[in-house]
């Protein structure tokens, strides 16, 4: 797919933003997939040391940094998708404008 250049002096590749959109969700699942792997474990030293203040504070830091990353990895995937969708929308426009006049290489 060729570039789209703007009147405000950018270009466009479509696929190459595709692609990014692509690595971002592929990232995004990843960080999911860490956090699920750590908090079995983790969940285990909490149990071994119950009772004791750390392992209280342990729990409580670990749910707190997995609600966090996991929501990263929400937005992370939410710009994802939307990157796809922009390449999308702009491989449309130019199919749309190429439509309009007569398609590439036609006079």
Same mark, same amino acid.
């Given at each position: ?7 405000? *002096? ?43 203040q750390v392992g209280e504070a342990l729990g409580t830091c670990t749910h707190a940094w997995q609600e ?5 990895? $929400? ?11 922009? $390449?999308?929308?702009?491989? $449309? ?5 190429? *439509?309009?006049? *007569? ?5």
């Amino acid at each position: 797919m060729a570039e789209l250049s703007g009147g405000a *002096g950018f270009r466009v590749v479509p696929g190459e933003v595709r692609a990014a959109g692509v690595a971002a969700q592929e990232v995004a699942g990843r960080v999911v997939e860490e956090v699920r792997a750590v908090g079995g474990p983790v969940e285990g030293v909490v149990r071994e040391v119950r009772g004791w203040q750390v392992g209280e504070a342990l729990g409580t830091c670990t749910h707190a940094w997995q609600e966090l990353l996991n929501g990263l990895a $929400a937005e992370i995937d939410r710009g994802g998708r939307k990157l796809a969708e922009s $390449a999308g929308a702009y491989q $449309a426009a130019e199919a749309g404008v190429a *439509g309009d006049f *007569g398609g590439p290489g036609r006079r």
